[in-house]
């Protein structure tokens, strides 16, 4: 009974995390939102007893990928008045794709509800901890996959940090080349100075 109420407590905040992810006028506290809907997502990996999965979704997505896309978002010139007509161009196709997702899923608690089984023949439960089967999956078979996804990751923050270096008026910038084709006496001038006692 408790662990409903969390349920339906933790499933409400998320809800209105994620719409305030989407119907934000402001870039940043869409992030934060996002960052709300992680925490609360993870509280129910937590309820379904999936605690490596619950503490990834915090470490990885709220600890490195949230807090590089909001520096990346404060530091990149967003207009917003163009992200607001963005949104009103793409809200028919949002709506329909958010319909469909309800659908699916009322879909599938329904079928769940009637007894019928979704899954197929799908493995059985691993005895032990979900933790150590998930690292054996992970480094054994999708060893190849994971390097692959974080080549993806890596070129991504490269992305953003070209994104950020773009060239604009008014900017200061080093010269290489003529810090290197300095001469000693245009940087290095010798004054004689009187040299003054005091009584």
């Not at 490195?64 to 009103?88: H, K, P, S, Y």
């Not at 996804?149 to 953003?160: E, N």
Request: hydrophobic share 60%; glycine share 6%; proline share 3%.
């Amino acid at each position: 009974m408790f662990t409903t109420v969390l349920f339906y407590i933790f499933s409400a905040v998320l809800v209105g995390a994620a719409l305030g992810v989407v119907l934000s006028r402001n870039p940043v506290h869409s992030a934060l939102c996002l960052v709300l809907a992680f925490f609360n997502s993870a509280a129910l990996w937590l309820l379904l007893e999936a605690e490596f999965l619950g503490i990834v979704l915090v470490l990885v997505y709220v600890g490195a990928v949230m807090v590089l896309f909001l520096f990346v978002v404060m530091m990149l010139d967003i207009n917003v008045a163009q992200l607001r007509e963005g949104f009103t161009r793409y809200a028919p196709l949002g709506a329909l794709v958010a319909i469909l997702m309800i659908g699916e899923i009322v879909y599938a608690v329904w079928f769940r509800h009637l007894g019928v089984d979704l899954a197929g023949n799908a493995p059985p439960l691993v005895q032990g901890s979900n933790t150590a089967a998930l690292g054996e999956l992970l480094y054994s078979k999708y060893m190849l996959p994971s390097e692959l996804a974080s080549v993806v990751l890596l070129v991504a923050i490269v992305a953003a940090i070209v994104l950020t270096l773009r060239r604009r008026p008014n900017l200061k910038q080093q010269d290489i080349n003529a810090q290197v084709a300095v001469n000693r006496a245009d940087r290095v001038r010798v004054m004689k100075v009187d040299s003054v006692t005091r009584s």
